[in-house]
Every structure is written in structure tokens, then in C-alpha cells.
């Protein structure tokens, strides 16, 4: 946690005003049950131990006390799990009755939480949701039929790396990857690019999302003293509000533009928004309104843009990092597919040491380290006569478990084989491996990011040999991550790209 001035100021507040409440019963009153912890101190409770990458300090706390751990964070109680078998417990065992979300205040901006899927309880609305991606979207044959226009997006950015490398300038992977997987979707859903792989928007675009998502992943006083919330003491509503109503602008611009062509009589696009336009009222007999679908296209476009793009550039980093690794798999590539086409989606399944890389890249740098905090609906009995009771919030810290020795072999080092002899997949029925979720709560694009970020890696890795700018060693690459609701790499990624010569 940032100990800037404001924050002090900001606990001296808290503290005067919740001494005023304080009362001589324990934080574990009412007999609760509760998984076990450090011991918190007053007020504050064990806010401190989060520091600024709460994912890393909650691991090394679950290492003391316990992978299923209660900590006070203010005045809330929040159940860390950071185990396979605790995870299945949540995620299976309990999820109709922990599946409901606590809401951050960074995103009770401009009532987002009150039409966006990701945030939306588990209910009527968030199940049309649901159901509009699964068969409008995220269907396999609805996949299919966009298979021409993901080779198109791909084509791109194989054709901009290669200008770059004529020109003997380096390529910032995150940013290529992220205007490629923008452009796919945004092509889905209005038609039309929305950024310039060779401009500056993307950059813009790029900043308003991953402000979204390290304000909401910020550890926010006010989401800890209650009373603090209208005050804003750190500013994350503000700056939140400002991001957002940047994205719904953009979204506005060509809602606007699409309903005036219909007025107008221009040809359908029969793309997503026409979809939408046409279906405007849900099966619960709430309307489909502006708001609504601004909301639907924030959760979209941020989650599917910046998760795509940074495991892309992870599995890059780690390559450069691992020169085996790089060999290994673009000797995979060029084995299976060879220089005189280019990679299908197709092939993927031909490539098992490529999937491997993904995955063990997914395994190091879980897209969201924790995930979405669940809220508890009702008490509920866990393992070994635990309680989680009513109303407590619950995160699941997929990056521990990914690193837990007891499950994984030198669990610190990228070794793609682990994966090579191991039955694991990532839909949700592995629980040492979610980095998408499980449940009911789990990842709906799952399948576009499948498909994309295999494709992308292999056009990559088959059209250009990967160095790391001259000077530059693999053990001197900048591997730090910038904590937010996802996990990106602090500082971005540019590596030189070497056209094949074979191609």
C-alpha cells in the first residue's frame, strides 16, 4: 500500500471515526468459525499486509498461517484461498451460494456495476448476459465465421513487424498485441478498426483500459471504512469516472453513427451492435437501453483486449528469457507448418509444445492474479469445521497456486515440458490451473483468447527470429509487474524482429 500523505491523513480520519463505534468484542465475535490469520491490529486490521502487490504478499502469508486465510482488512472480513482443493471447494462445491460479487468502488462509477456482467449478481439479467455471448459471440460456430477476418488482423501485424524490422526499429510487443486483439474485436462488434497499428490512438485506448483495471486492483480505503467512500480520499472514483466515460464515448461515437446510418436506410452491417440494436429488450423484459450496451461493450473490450494482449507478451518475455525454449518451439513451427504458408487456426492442435508454452506462460502470469472478488450470500461450513459467514468477501489467488511447490516441480522456473505429460487444460476443471476462472464465473471469451493468442505467438515466432535490443542479455530482461485487476509487465516489452530467412 502506498504510505503517501493522503493515506495517513486519510486512517487518522478513519481512526477518529471508528474509535467512536469500537466496541470491546473481537473481530471473531458470535462464535464464528473462521479460517485462520495474522492477528489484526486496531482499526486498520491487517491492511498493511497487503503492500503494493497483494498477490506476492498474500502468498507468502497463506505460507505461515494457512492456504484458506482470514484477514481484517478495516472493518471487513476477507477468506483468501490459495489452494487447489480450497479453490474446488468455492468454485464447486459452493459456488451457487458464493458466486455474487463485492463490488470496488472504482467501479461504481457512473453505474457501471449496475448493468456490467463481470459485476452483476448471478441473476436474470447477468444470466441474458451470459447467454448473449455464449451463442452470439463466443459460440464455436460464430467463432468459425470469423476465422477469415482473425487471419486478416493477424496478416497486419506480421505485415507492421515486418516494416519495423526494415527499418531497424524495435516492436513494443504489448502494444502491437493489444491493437491487433482491439481491432478483432472491435471489428466484430461495429465493423470497423478502432485504432492504427502505426498511429498513437491505440496508445490512447490503451491507457484508458489498464486505468480502468489498476484503479479498480488499487487497494481503495474506501473499500475497507465504508465511511470514506463519498470522500474519495485517494482519488480512485475520479480518475476511475474519468476512464470510463472515455470509453463510453468511444462507444457512444458509433452507436450514434450506426443508428443514424439505420435511419437513413444504409445496408445492415449484421455485425454484434446490429445484433443488439435489434434485440433491444432482454428475456427478463429489461430494456437493452444506451446504457446498458455501453456497459456490455466496457466489459468486452477491457477484458478481452488486455488479457489477450499481456499473456502475449509474457510468453514473448519469457521466451527472450529462455533461448532454449525459443528454439524449441519455432523448430516446433517450422516443423509442422514450414515457411511457404502461413499458420491456421487449424494447426494448433499439431503444436503441443507451443499450447505447452501458453500455458506454462499462463501458469507464471495468471492474466488476473486474484480473481474477482466473490461475496458470500449466506453462511457456509467448509473443510475442517470453517466458516464463511454471511456477507464476507472471498479472493482466489490463482498466481500462489500456480507457484505452490507442493503442486509444481521448480514451480519459479518457465519449463513448458511440465505441461507436455501432464491431462491439464484451462476451462475451469483443473484447480491447480484457473487462470481464467471455474465455475459459473468463469472467463465466457475463453474461447477467442484460445484461438488468438496461439495464433498470434506462432505467426510471430514463424515469420521472425525474437533478440533483445543489442547490449541486452536474457537475465538482464525487466520481468516486474504492475499489480491492478490484471497483471502486466511494468515496464513493456521491445525486442528487435529478424525476418526468416527462409521466408
Not at 144 to 168: H, N, P, T
Not at 277 to 303: M, N, P, W, Y
Not at 420 to 445: A, Q, T, W, Y
Not at 468 to 479: A, F
Request: glycine content about 6%; some cysteine.
Amino acid at each position: 500500500m502506498e504510505l503517501s500523505t493522503w493515506m495517513l491523513l486519510s486512517l487518522g480520519v478513519s481512526v477518529l471515526l471508528l474509535l467512536c463505534r469500537a466496541t470491546k468484542r473481537s473481530w471473531r465475535s458470535r462464535g464464528q468459525r473462521l479460517p485462520p490469520g495474522p492477528t489484526p491490529l486496531p482499526v486498520v486490521g491487517n491492511l498493511f499486509e497487503l503492500g503494493d502487490k497483494p498477490h506476492r504478499s498474500i502468498a507468502r502469508l497463506a505460507k505461515v498461517y494457512s492456504p484458506f486465510m482470514t484477514l481484517r482488512l478495516g472493518q471487513v472480513n476477507t477468506v483468501f484461498v490459495s489452494s487447489p482443493q480450497m479453490a474446488r471447494e468455492i468454485l464447486q462445491k459452493n459456488d451457487a451460494v458464493l458466486s455474487s460479487r463485492w463490488i470496488p468502488e472504482a467501479v461504481r462509477v457512473l453505474a457501471f456495476n449496475e448493468a456490467s456482467m463481470v459485476w452483476l449478481p448471478p441473476y436474470q439479467r447477468w444470466r441474458n448476459l451470459r447467454r448473449i455471448c455464449k451463442t452470439e459471440l463466443f459460440t464455436t460456430q460464430r467463432l468459425d465465421s470469423y476465422r477469415s477476418l482473425r487471419r486478416q488482423k493477424v496478416q497486419e501485424l506480421v505485415q507492421y513487424i515486418s516494416d519495423s524490422a526494415s527499418k531497424g526499429l524495435l516492436v513494443d510487443v504489448g502494444r502491437v498485441a493489444f491493437s491487433t486483439t482491439l481491432n478483432l474485436i472491435s471489428r466484430t462488434v461495429f465493423s470497423i478498426d478502432l485504432v492504427d497499428l502505426y498511429g498513437e490512438s491505440s496508445q490512447e485506448f490503451k491507457h484508458v483500459v489498464e486505468g480502468i483495471l489498476e484503479e479498480a486492483g488499487r487497494t481503495n480505503l474506501s473499500d475497507y471504512f465504508p465511511l470514506l467512500a463519498k470522500l474519495d480520499p485517494q482519488g480512485i472514483r475520479h480518475r476511475s469516472t474519468k476512464y470510463f466515460k472515455r470509453l463510453h464515448e468511444i462507444f457512444d461515437e458509433n452507436i450514434e453513427r450506426r443508428l443514424h446510418s439505420k435511419r437513413d436506410g444504409t445496408t445492415a452491417r449484421n455485425d454484434f451492435l446490429d445484433e443488439l440494436l435489434e434485440h433491444q429488450v432482454q428475456g427478463d423484459g429489461t430494456k437493452f437501453d444506451r446504457h446498458a450496451l455501453k456497459c456490455f461493450f466496457s466489459d468486452i473490450f477491457v477484458a478481452g483486449s488486455d488479457t489477450t494482449s499481456s499473456t502475449v507478451e509474457w510468453a514473448m518475455a519469457e521466451l527472450l528469457r529462455n533461448p532454449r525454449v525459443m528454439a524449441k518451439v519455432r523448430e516446433e513451427i517450422v516443423r509442422v507448418i514450414g515457411f511457404s504458408r502461413e499458420v491456421e487456426e487449424a494447426d494448433i492442435g499439431s503444436l503441443p509444445y507451443l499450447q505447452a508454452v501458453v500455458k506454462e506462460t499462463l501458469r507464471l502470469h495468471p492474466p488476473v492474479p486474484l480473481m474477482l472478488p466473490r461475496l458470500a450470500e449466506a453462511t457456509v461450513e467448509v473443510q475442517h469445521g470453517y466458516e464463511i459467514p454471511k456477507g464476507t468477501r472471498l479472493l482466489i489467488n490463482i498466481w500462489a497456486i500456480g507457484r505452490d511447490s507442493s503442486l509444481w516441480t521448480e514451480p519459479e522456473e518457465f519449463l513448458p515440458e511440465r505441461f507436455l505429460n501432464k491431462e491439464v487444460d484451462f476451462k475451469g476443471r483443473h484447480f491447480e490451473f484457473i487462470p481464467f476462472g471455474s465455475g459459473r464465473r468463469i472467463c465466457p471469451g475463453l474461447p477467442l483468447a484460445y484461438r488468438m493468442v496461439h495464433l498470434m505467438l506462432a505467426s510471430m515466432l514463424q515469420r521472425f527470429e525474437w533478440r533483445l535490443p543489442e547490449g541486452k542479455e536474457p537475465r538482464d530482461l525487466d520481468m516486474e509487474e504492475k499489480f491492478g485487476v490484471t497483471l502486466i509487465m511494468a515496464s513493456p516489452l521491445k525486442a528487435m524482429a529478424v525476418p526468416t530467412k527462409c521466408c
